[in-house]
């Protein structure tokens, strides 16, 4: 009997976003209906959100191998090896949907929610990084209460337990004014033999959880909010965002890590998305087994809980572990000493089922395949569009301005301005490894080893990593598969100044409603761009996150590939700068520099929308160049470097006069456009004369002034001014 | 010489001061349920969140089995320096006088500060310059006290990054062996990091300790 025969049926699986088809095959595999716990289960495991239904065909174009690959996908968060027996653990994800029905919590909880993917891991989280986009914050007060609230909630979490905020980046456009992007990246660090998997083993083993007790918060959240557009009656969906309390959080992480060093369980893995039902299924389908919990024993903060609400409940804070019978007492024995709550709350069976029970009696019994594994997968109808999918916006600058009247608009621009006033918000030095924080270079560098007063005693190296968070809708927008693959380049780039050398990637996909064609091209275009610039570095993919159906009835967002990506440098102490320093040192630039307009943020203050094509590159050359910096900065050739990145290389010049308080002679070389764009491709560098040799010379360091020759003269100080102020120009709430 | 560093749950900058502290001596950590100060000649209560900062930063952890012990040691000349959470906790135990207030412009707030050092003439700053640049990371920074109090640290002129009363960063109590201050000297202890203008806290703290007559 098919779903077409249940009347009384066909509205709930609808009503819990499942599709007539999806519901029949549910059927099928059942052989039955569904009850009602069963289908509260299946709907989310079988939604956009845990199933990646209209995206894992595309996933697969990734490469996902590499020497220094540790943990690939499909675990918490994949790990490289940097060396000296330490793995590093990262995952970006995003958080958008609940961010933009509450932004602060929103934060907050995705913040929370990567954290514990990375200690589910058995790493150690030493690094946090966002990357957000908002509408523009002249025009909407939506926007900048969206990220007033979204950052002092990403502070509130990464502030109070105690993981250096050590990177970000922000965008503006208007396509972002309903759904704002929160995407949270996480880093930790664990010795090799502390990875930890999340595969149940063990017949007769028992199902502990532990950490916050479950309440009725972001029941459904995953297939409601995270697997469909925005609409205006949002409010109604407030109660489906979850509230984080970093406190429990802080406890649990520390009390995880403690049980992992004492070597007490058998596999560890957290609770996000649909709760107990997605966390316990996944770790028996990776572990082969079957599952047996009974809700009673579920330690509730409501009494009167159904079980369909146990079972999908989204409470944070929680972790979920499988324990050999007789370490039970010692595993509850650490828990008290953090003051961590914690319940065994079933047990592994041979069954292959994951069987729901109340005080014994059995309210729900499904195949661990059928929630994980038989999910449909889709192909998409890809189709580039026939019109124009965005428009341009306000012109903010005359097309014939002077070349000084242009890079100051574009200084004090919502995307080019100082960050300063947000990354104030967080603390990036906490557990003293943060060798480089934001605004001192391109990625943040943390040393590896802890410091202590004989570090690089006798010149011996410490090992660090530098990591980054890049993504640049605009331009992705203008061409998909270029604009993604450019990300990819310009983060690479970023490592590239500080002497890193990429190991990994991680990347957040943020994209319109994949059902419509022109929305399934820009998704299967990015992949396959950001697939060949991976190739083309030989950076594998080890994680990540899709987010779709980012669309009001305004529109799709821009396409919003989002990459994270961590890189290994020898010595820290020669990790570079971004800022010029030393007068008379001469200023190259390195790369093969070709600036266009289309997608630019100069485009942008033009009132241009994001059309047309972007530059093209050669990828012998990126490799060429970012070899050369990585080179340079590491064997200590160069005072500083800086990759041209949004504005252009006038811009990327005055980044590096404001961050370093000094002055530059410029001689732009002839033709060159100096406020075109072409990401990742080239840099400014400074150095003695004698470091930089076979390196076109453009200028000097030295006095207060910026000149450009033959252009303009101005104060660096008012460059200054107008670089950390435009941000704060632009948000009521800054000082 | 012997540190011991309090950790409360909640407590983030622990590791961090024990790392400073190991740079000038011996360095150990102290956990919230135990009274026993192990012999340390300095209690370090660190920065962070200790009980989430819920309720009020501090007012939670000064009831903590630890502080009974804190006190006594305190109130027998022991020295104890109090970073940021800990500062607010040795106001809320009433070991030193005042209350730190949420910034006036009511965020969280990460800066690297300049510090004038105005009494040198206490175990915690005898050997440091006359001016630090150490970095701040609160929300509830804002000194205030209506009675008049030993003030050592100062933000410079310019640089206070949270309204607290006469820039005040960092005071002693009456008898000057408690010491709190909002700024994170455990922080800037390493020059690839940032500033080593923090260790010359640590660093006092050794030369006191080490001239100290030991009670007999």
């Not at chain 1, 060798?435 to 270079?441: C, F, G, K, N, T």
């Not at chain 2, 500060?113 to 920074?141: A, E, Q």
Request: with cysteine.
């Amino acid at each position: 009997m098919g779903a077409t025969d249940a009347p009384d049926g066909r509205g709930r699986h609808r009503e819990l976003g499942l599709t007539d088809h999806e519901y029949d095959l549910i059927v099928d595999g059942l052989g039955r209906e569904p009850g009602d716990v069963e289908l509260a289960m299946l709907s989310l495991m079988w939604s956009e959100h845990c199933a990646y239904k209209h995206s894992k065909k595309l996933l697969r174009r990734l490469p996902v191998e590499g020497p220094n690959v540790l943990v690939g996908p499909g675990e918490n968060a994949g790990a490289v090896d940097v060396g000296d027996n330490l793995a590093i653990a990262f995952k970006v994800e995003s958080h958008n949907h609940p961010s933009a029905v509450e932004p602060f919590q929103g934060a907050a909880t995705g913040v929370g929610g990567i954290l514990r993917d990375i200690f589910a891991v058995g790493a150690r989280p030493i690094a946090v990084l966002d990357s957000l986009r908002f509408g523009e914050p002249a025009d909407s007060p939506r926007s900048r209460y969206l990220l007033e609230h979204a950052v002092a909630g990403i502070g509130h979490y990464g502030n109070s337990i105690g993981v250096p905020t050590v990177g970000g980046e922000i965008y503006f456009e208007p396509s972002y004014e309903q759904n704002c992007l929160i995407n949270a990246m996480a880093v930790g660090m664990a010795p090799h033999e502390r990875l930890t998997s999340s595969a149940a083993a063990g017949v007769g083993n028992l199902v502990l959880l532990f950490g916050a007790l479950t309440g009725r918060d972001g029941i459904g959240g995953a297939s409601v909010l995270a697997s469909a557009e925005l609409t205006d009656a949002d409010d109604a969906k407030r109660p489906t965002v979850q509230i984080g309390d970093p406190f429990a959080e802080k406890k649990l992480m520390e009390c995880s890590l403690e049980l992992l060093d004492r070597n007490l369980l058998a596999s560890l893995q957290d609770l996000g998305a649909a709760g107990l039902t997605s966390s316990a299924s996944e770790m028996a389908s990776k572990g082969g087994v079957g599952l047996e919990i009974d809700v009673t024993k579920v330690p509730l903060r409501e009494a009167d809980m159904e079980p369909f609400e146990i079972m999908i409940s989204e409470s944070q804070e929680r972790m979920l572990c499988v324990v050999e019978p007789h370490l039970v007492d010692r595993v509850l024995g650490v828990c008290e000493k953090w003051e961590v709550l914690a319940a065994v709350i079933g047990e592994v069976t041979d069954t292959g089922l994951f069987r729901v029970l109340r005080d014994g009696e059995l309210v729900g019994e499904l195949p661990v395949g059928l929630l994980v594994d038989d999910c449909p997968l889709y192909d998409l109808d890809p189709e580039p569009p026939t019109a124009a999918l965005y428009v341009g916006g306000e012109q903010h600058v005359a097309t014939d301005a002077d070349p000084l009247t242009t890079l100051k608009a574009l200084l004090a621009s919502a995307n080019i301005s100082s960050r300063r006033p947000v990354f104030e918000q967080y603390d990036p030095v906490v557990q003293s490894r943060t060798v480089r924080r934001p605004e001192q270079a391109d990625a943040a560098v943390l040393a590896l080893p802890v410091l202590c007063a004989r570090s690089g005693a006798l010149d011996e190296p410490i090992p660090a990593i530098a990591v980054s968070i890049d993504g640049n809708g605009r331009r992705v927008a203008v061409d998909p598969r270029a604009g993604a693959a450019e990300v990819v380049y310009e983060c690479a780039a970023n490592l590239a100044c500080t002497g890193a050398e990429p190991l990994g990637v991680t990347n957040c996909l943020n994209f319109g409603n994949p059902e419509k064609p022109h929305v399934a091209w820009q998704l299967s275009e990015a992949i396959d761009g950001l697939a060949q610039a991976c190739r083309d570095l030989g950076v594998p993919v080890v994680g990540g996150n899709v987010s779709l159906y980012n669309e009001s009835p305004d529109g799709p967002i821009l396409p919003t590939p989002v990459i994270g990506m961590v890189g290994k440098l020898p010595d820290a102490r020669a990790a570079g700068r971004l800022g010029f320093a030393n007068p008379g040192d001469r200023i190259a630039l390195v790369g093969e520099f070709h600036p266009a307009r289309d997608g630019s943020e100069i485009a942008k203050l033009h009132g241009s929308a994001p059309a047309g094509a972007l530059p093209v590159k050669s990828v012998a050359a990126i490799r060429a160049a970012h070899e050369r910096v990585r080179e340079g900065v590491r064997n200590r050739d160069f005072t500083s470097a800086h990759d041209i990145a949004e504005g252009g290389i006038l811009v990327a010049i005055a980044e590096c006069c404001i961050a370093g308080g000094v002055g530059a002679i410029i001689n732009l070389p002839d033709g060159l456009d100096p406020f075109g764009e072409d990401l990742g491709t080239a840099f400014i560098v400074s150095g003695p004369s004698e470091s930089l040799e076979g390196l076109p010379i453009i200028g000097v360091v030295g006095s207060r002034e910026l000149v450009v020759t033959g252009r303009f003269n101005v104060a660096v100080s008012e460059l200054s001014a107008l670089h950390g102020q435009g941000l704060s120009a632009l948000l009521s709430y800054a000082r | 010489m012997k540190f011991g560093v309090i950790r409360f749950p909640g407590t983030c900058d622990d590791v961090d001061a024990q790392l400073a502290a190991a740079r000038v001596g011996e360095a150990a950590l102290l956990w919230h349920r135990d009274r026993d100060l192990q012999g340390v000649d300095v209690v370090i209560v660190p920065g962070g969140f200790s009980y989430g900062d819920y309720l009020r930063a501090g007012a939670i952890a000064r009831f903590a089995p630890v502080m009974e012990s804190v006190i006594e040691f305190a109130h027998e000349g022991g020295l104890v320096l109090g970073i940021c959470n800990g500062f607010q906790i040795l106001c809320e135990c009433g070991l030193l006088p005042g209350a730190l207030l949420v910034n006036d412009h009511l965020k969280f707030v990460f800066r690297q500060v300049r510090l004038d050092v105005v009494d040198h003439n206490t175990p915690f700053t005898r050997n440091c310059p006359p001016s630090l640049s150490i970095p701040v990371k609160h929300t509830t920074g804002r000194y205030y006290s209506p009675e008049p109090v030993q003030v050592v640290l100062r933000y410079a002129p310019g640089e206070n990054p949270n309204g607290s009363q006469d820039d005040i960063a960092g005071v002693v109590n009456n008898a000057g062996n408690v010491f709190g201050l909002m700024p994170h000297p455990e922080h800037a202890v390493d020059a690839l990091t940032g500033s080593t203008d923090g260790l010359t806290i640590f660093e006092s703290l050794r030369t006191a300790v080490g001239e100290r007559v030991p009670v007999a």
